[in-house]
């Protein structure tokens, strides 16, 4: 059985260099362009470099996100970096942008590819269809239980699974919330986590719901680490830990506790989250811990409405307050410098334990069941009976510095040197992985005059590692009557320990990219002209076709998320939402908004699928940037592509699958503190999330028109009709 793999997030060079150190068998990283993680340290091009030679000489693989969708004009860029990451030996590309993927494996068919979470994929047909592409690997979205888990690993694909971490409440790739509320693309890398604001839900009344806190949206981290063996078992092929925004020792921590956790497995050893270590995990980072819809949570615990940020431990309680300073009562230690926060309303305080006072005296810490004095400074004072919390705990930040220092173990060496007189001096030096690295002296060893050299000193000389990964382990040779200079011996030994270390991190060079013209033929079938999405009972269908939500129309929308969907069959007449809807044959399809299609490749992708005669664009693309794609799309196939733009209408900004509270039934909308409202409704265990103000986009040339209808009146739709320029949909 190959050992699962255990991929740690990097944001920067010192976070990649402490998941390495905690034993990690790839990272994740992304370069300051094109990644889901915009405002990560991330890599330019020199420190990705710098990264793929020290995570290659420990084995360890590298994989670099380009998730996010791309616009024409970001194009080529992308190509370049395409490019240079292949040339760099990156082990492997994570990508949602369609066209990108499309363009990648053409291209550079020894790339591997990892379909990213953002593109949406939660089924086994999608797995299907996207491994008859070419994908390398599959990354489940997060809410994909793991009875379906086990149908996509049965497939004999590399299943990648989320299994610590924040939690988005959308599906991911399917989120307009932050692009629609905060002009902020989470689609494009820049989410500004509305999941993470104040909202106040209502009923039909508008009148206040009573909820647990205002924090509706904000679910708790994923924890999965009691559930390494099913996930094994199950046949995943790595295990995600999220956080390339958190800090090295994050990394670490949790990159040490999954290690031994998946270490046991193998061994066969029973293993639990120790109290020590979930004690640990949470004075790092959490929000609550939820085995999330894996494992079939509940919305109580997959839920946090209190707080969105980090909650810590709670430690003591507030006595009194005086002069800048506060009294609290300890249930557990506290060391120096450790993070405080006091909670309070509307904001929480904030402070550190740079001096600890107890009975008069200044301590570098105080136990539990001790009353101590702690500066307090700030507007806000605390008040009696207010929670004391630990959010860092100086001694544990501490310990992982070190151990983040120590790096990982150093690699064992062999050395063999031949010292014939006449002749230049030879070193071999092999590690125990197979590698061995020969260099010789440019001058020959001479026979000794006065004092020989003997094999003591080139023994002591050549067990010198400096500042390299290696320990010289041995050192086997003969130096009869001899005379060779230090330094060229030194300068030897520096040599033969680099040429070891670059065939350790530099593989052999990959077949060069492939030039690859396709030539785009498609259906000649007659379309609308708009297509109207549609629930109200107001609208009358004077068009052709349009689409209605509950099938009862000419054109059907499939469902953005169907777990169960293992082979979409034949399909016709319809919008598909989902990658899993691709595995199977069509008839006169169009591919939905949901695909997230932004550039002409991606356009062209979808319409090389035989029966897809349309695709609905994303609705984050400005007047400038569909021109841009249809002056591409043109120029390189001879004719504008058949693509429809939403123009008018309300979209999901959110789909959260099983909801967001325990008392979703009695909730018609949320509001959030800037007074915008969103229309909630649930259909099919989904829970959805709707945009307060219909978007409106300009028609341009050569697009065609998508409409959302939803509770809008007759005379509504007239005045749409009327200012779109229509006088039918059709």
Not at 117 to 131: E, K, L, P, R, W
Not at 199 to 219: C, F, N, Q, V
Request: charged residues 25%; negative net charge; glycine residues 6%.
């Amino acid at each position: 059985m190959k050992k699962i793999e255990l991929l740690s997030p990097a944001g920067n060079m010192e976070s990649l260099k402490a998941a390495v150190s905690a034993g990690c068998n790839a990272v994740y990283l992304g370069l300051t362009s094109f990644s889901a993680r915009a405002f990560a340290g991330n890599f330019s091009h020199e420190e990705l470099i710098e990264a793929v030679h020290y995570c290659h000489f420990y084995h360890v693989k590298v994989y670099v996100t380009m998730n996010t969708m791309l616009t024409e004009t970001e194009f080529d860029n992308a190509k370049k970096d395409v490019d240079f990451l292949y040339r760099s030996h990156v082990d492997a590309l994570l990508v949602q942008d369609l066209g990108l993927f499309s363009w990648t494996r053409k291209h550079y068919p020894e790339f591997d590819l990892h379909c990213s979470t953002q593109m949406h994929i939660h089924n086994a047909s999608g797995v299907q269809f996207m491994m008859n592409q070419g994908a390398s690997r599959i990354v489940l979205a997060r809410e994909t239980p793991i009875e379906v888990i086990r149908e996509c690993c049965a497939l004999n694909a590399e299943i990648e699974v989320f299994a610590y971490g924040a939690l988005c409440i959308s599906y991911s790739g399917e989120c307009l919330m932050s692009s629609a509320v905060k002009n902020r693309s989470g689609n494009r890398g820049m989410c500004a986590q509305c999941c993470r604001l104040r909202y106040t839900a209502m009923d039909s009344d508008r009148k206040p719901i009573k909820e647990d806190g205002r924090y509706l949206l904000s679910p708790s981290d994923l924890n999965l680490i009691d559930r390494i063996p099913e996930l094994i078992s199950a046949g995943v092929t790595s295990l995600k830990i999220e956080g390339r925004m958190k800090r090295p020792e994050y990394v670490w921590l949790i990159t040490h506790i999954m290690k031994e956790a998946i270490d046991a497995y193998y061994d066969h050893r029973k293993y639990r989250l120790a109290s020590d270590d979930e004690k640990s995990l949470m004075l790092m980072f959490n929000r609550g811990f939820t085995e999330g819809h894996a494992f079939h949570a509940e919305v109580s615990e997959r839920m946090n409405h209190i707080r969105p940020n980090h909650m810590g431990v709670p430690i003591g309680k507030v006595l009194a307050y005086k002069d800048n300073r506060v009294l609290v009562s300890l249930n557990q230690r506290l060391n120096q410098n450790d993070g405080l926060r006091i909670l309070n309303e509307p904001f929480d305080i904030g402070l550190t334990a740079v001096k600890i006072e107890l009975n008069s005296l200044l301590v570098n810490h105080a136990d539990k069941n001790t009353d101590v004095w702690l500066q307090c400074n700030g507007k806000d004072h605390p008040k009696p009976g207010m929670i004391l919390l630990k959010t860092s705990d100086s001694q544990l930040l501490d310990y992982i510095d070190r151990k983040i220092a120590e790096g990982p173990a150093r690699i064992p060496v062999h050395i063999e040197y031949t010292a014939e007189i006449g002749r230049c001096m030879q070193l071999k030096a092999a590690d125990d992985d197979g590698h061995t690295a020969i260099c010789c002296s440019e001058q020959a060893v001479q026979k000794a005059k006065n004092a020989p050299l003997s094999s003591e000193r080139i023994e002591q000389a050549l067990k010198k590692s400096g500042d390299t990964f290696f320990e010289v382990v041995s050192v086997n040779g003969k130096a009869d009557d001899i005379f060779f200079p230090m330094q060229a011996l030194n300068c030897l030994r520096r040599d033969t320990l680099n040429a070891l270390s670059n065939l350790r991190s530099i593989e052999e060079s990959r077949a060069e990219p492939v030039f690859v013209f396709d030539e785009l033929h498609i259906e000649d079938i007659p379309l609308p002209n708009a297509i109207i999405s549609t629930d109200t009972e107001s609208f009358e269908k004077e068009g052709d076709w349009y689409i209605c939500h509950h099938d009862t129309g000419s054109y059907r929308l499939l469902s953005t998320l169907n777990e169960s969907q293992n082979n979409a069959g034949h399909i016709t007449k319809s919008v598909l939402s989902q990658i899993g809807d691709l595995n199977g044959t069509f008839e006169s399809c169009i591919a939905g908004m949901s695909f997230n299609c932004a550039n002409s490749e991606s356009v062209a992708f979808l319409l090389r699928i035989k029966g897809i005669c349309g695709v609905i664009i994303s609705s984050e693309l400005n007047d400038m940037q569909v021109q841009m794609l249809l002056e591409s799309f043109f120029n390189k196939h001879g004719f504008y592509p058949p693509i429809y733009r939403l123009v008018y209408g309300r979209r999901d900004l959110m789909l959260i699958k099983n909801g967001f509270s325990t008392v979703q039934n009695k909730i018609s909308l949320i509001e959030d503190e800037e007074g915008n409202a969103f229309p909630i409704t649930v259909q099919k265990g989904i829970t959805t999330v709707i945009e307060p103000k219909p978007l409106k986009e300009n028609e341009l040339e050569h697009v065609r028109n998508y409409i959302i209808l939803t509770n809008e009146s007759a005379e509504s739709i007239k005045a749409i009709r009327k200012e779109l320029n229509h006088e039918e949909f059709s």
